[in-house]
């Protein structure tokens, strides 16, 4: 599949169709029931206005204690397996002999969204990361490894893919806002984001 390039991020519209989608709801499914979605704090002790869990190897959470990758669930429990749908997603557009460690799930309520940052917690930069969107489109702003500077959009919809690469990996990107209706897949209004990553 063909993919458009923003500031060297592939962005792969529509990778996931409409049945790949509702399976991949479902899989999303049984990753909340085994490991809750919580509410993540900075460090200083503000509420980020997403929500999140992970699957795989480890998952990254934020603290008071602040950012880092754990073993295990805020509340204990291991965090479960890669969903077979983010495995095959992570095969076809990674690139990367090995499957990722961490798939962080993050949800999104009408109102919330994600200040422009770099997703630097990770070992090894030569890695991709791997974003999978479900649910009403999030507005995306993707700008430069430096801080400040100008941001391109891309409007992230359900069953777009998104590859941070080679010199995206390090970009400082964002969800500006989410579009209410814009999907049909999820039961109420919001937005799934699955970002895929190599710890190491
Ligand atoms: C989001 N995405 O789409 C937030 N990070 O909700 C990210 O923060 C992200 O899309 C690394 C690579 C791709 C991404
Ligand atoms: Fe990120």
């Known amino acids: 599949m063909s993919a458009i390039a923003v500031r060297g991020a592939l962005w792969f519209r529509g990778f996931l169709d409409r049945a790949a989608q509702e399976r991949l709801v479902d899989e999303i499914r049984a990753v909340v029931a085994a ?48 969903p077979p749908t983010v495995a095959a997603a992570w095969e076809a557009l990674s690139g990367w002999p090995a499957p990722p460690d961490c798939c962080l799930v993050n949800w999104y309520d009408p109102g919330a969204r994600m200040g422009l940052h770099q997703d630097r917690d990770e070992a090894d ?20 490894e430096a801080r400040g500077g100008r941001t391109d959009r891309i409007d992230l919809a359900s ?32 937005r799934i984001n699955l970002t895929c990553r190599v710890v190491g």
């Open 35 to 82: 490991a809750p979605l919580f509410a993540p704090v900075t460090r200083r002790g503000q509420p980020l206005s997403v929500r999140m869990t992970s699957a795989g190897r480890c998952g990254w959470v934020s603290d008071r204690k602040g950012y880092r990758y754990e073993p295990r669930h805020p509340d204990g429990m291991p965090w479960p397996p890669l």
């Open 125 to 144: 930069f030569s890695a991709p990361v791997l974003s999978l969107s479900l649910g009403d489109t999030g507005v995306f702003r993707i700008g430069a």
């Open 159 to 190: 069953g777009d893919a998104l590859l941070l690469t080679g010199p995206s990996r390090l970009a400082h990107h964002g969800i500006a806002r989410i579009l209410p209706g814009t999907s049909t897949l999820l039961p109420a209004p919001g």
